[in-house]
């Protein structure tokens, strides 16, 4: 039979009542509870009653007994209930609440807790013998700061356990043993703040909820943070810290407790939530951990898959060793600042599989950063929900090292982007989406210098720009301008080991800087209007190749001053041709010769050079 459950109440005068064993001390002003475990089983009998039989005929027939012996069969049942099922201790008082080591019982069920002897009798009875619980639990309230000294463990019951503990101070781990202070299959916490820096408290649990409401400790000092670290996987219902940062560790997975729950609401929130999960992912299995935070530090083993829902993020890490990286900062209805910003010395990088960051605004990796996928691909995607205008367009820009092993692909969304690329070590991708757009290539001192990759720019028939801007630079350099299809147009050299292709854009801008600089255009896509702006020193453009100039199929605007000379060439053409020259006091431009339109025919207005 069970026994008493323990108990202690301590009312707010410090009147104190224990049953079942419990005990309390005032210690210097302390509540000291003593251990609670229960008491080693007492060795009893179980004595029942059963009609012998005198005779069975059947058995008889057979010859299997005689006549007039007595035997007992059938089967017998034992179920066996576990003495000691929950603990409850309730603290009305404001001093500090000190708990010692507290467990409740519930080793497994053994197919051996009995033995039966059938005396008098020939014995065929088979007896069956179980050991059960109900739900067992610890529950702690507590008005003022809890101390855990020593391991609490519950022991999973026939209709589970839980061990609940709420503070009106802080709950701090004071635990000296290796093994953790919480273990049970679920933990509830609620307290003005949940564990200490580089002092967390240690749990073992199938899931978490947490809550730390944030106030004062004991030195009037504000607290309100959560610092929680957990053996084996956590699955977590919740950890919010209202007024503080959020600090998991786990040595298995962190995942979301009901992935089937609300999206727009957050499983962890703090100003800076710190989430590390040595044997396995975070948020993995196509359920992304919900958090609301300012900040986000992250390392996993195992994939990592976060979306912040507060509106602007900024990523110190997102790290994955085995697994792919993806973070997404949403603002839910689209009016939040649902922007990422990975800060210099920031980092989110992807060992092995591919990395996304997504946001609905916008995009950020500056100077210092890295956003990386070491051996797949690095994606990152603006606007996805905010609306962009001309004032406020939605931005991706790379000041730092983006690049993924299987390139870096840059998305627009579908209203108004800026996409500014300062550096480029590896190949790009950069399809705008929809809307009017701008695409700036370059940096404000290193010029074009940066782009050492192959940079792809995308675009729909829509009115978008084009700048690549090396006027930063002072020493000369040679460009080159070619059509790569009927529909793109590449530009190399002018300081950049890379190129810069383009495709789907109305206008487009070559700007060189003040060295002597030399500029070579055979070819533009139709429908664009590229300029070249040459900007100071003595330079040479020349437009024409060993097509003529049949490959300038759009606009071609070079804007010079008085130091440079420009060249329109149609020797290599043997075709007659019909060419018109425009001008004023101040410009001038040829149309035809084969440009936008056959060599025959009248010129073309849409093409030509100027």
Known sequence: LRGESPTVFIDA??????????????????????????????AGSISVDVQRTPFDPVLVTEGLVGIGTTFVFGDLDVEFARVLDGVSIENRSDRTLRLGRIETAGAAPR?????????????????????????????????????????????????????????????????PSAAPTLQGERVVLEAAAIGLAGAPLRVATGRLSATARGGTNADGDPVGAIAIAA?????????????????LTATGGIVDGDAQDDPSEADVKGATVSLQAAGGGIGAGGAALEIEADVLDAASNGALSVVDLGGGLEIVRAFSAEGEVEVAATGGDGALDASILLASGGEARAAVGDLTLSADDDVIVETGAVAEALQGEAVLQAGREVVGSASDPNLIVIDGRAQGANGLRLLGG??????EIRAAEGDVTVDAGGGVDEVLIGEATAGLTGILGDVTVLGAAEDRSLLLDGS?????????????????????????????????????????????DEVTATGVAAGVAMTVTTGAGADAVQVGGAAGLDGISGLLDVKGDAADTLLLTDAADPDAARGVLFGSASAGGLRGLGMGAPDGDAPASGAGVA
Do not use: C, K, Y
Request: aromatic letters at 4%.
């Open 231 to 247: 053996e084996g996987a956590l699955t977590l219902d919740r950890a919010v810290a209202e007024a503080g940062d959020v600090a």
């Open 472 to 516: 930063p630079t002072t020493t000369s350099v040679v460009a080159n301008i070619e059509a790569v299809g009927p529909a793109s147009t590449r530009v190399s050299g002018a300081g950049m080991s890379g190129s810069v292709s383009f495709d789907g854009f109305a206008s487009a801008e070559l700007r060189l800087g003040a060295g002597d």
């Open 13 to 42: 005068d410090g009147q104190v009542a224990t049953g079942g064993g419990a005990s309390v001390t005032d210690q210097g002003g302390v509540w000291v509870v003593g251990d609670i475990a229960p008491a080693a089983p007492a």
């Open 111 to 175: 197919a051996d807790d009995g033995s039966i002897q059938v005396t008098g009798a020939l014995n065929a009875l088979n007896a069956n013998f179980r050991t059960t619980t109900g739900e067992t639990f610890v529950e702690i309230d507590s008005a003022g700061d809890v101390e855990l000294t020593r391991p609490i463990s519950v022991a999973d019951g026939a209709e589970g356990s839980f061990i609940d503990i709420a503070a009106g101070g802080v709950l701090t781990d004071l635990n």
């Open 414 to 419: 579908a209203s108004q982007d800026r996409i």
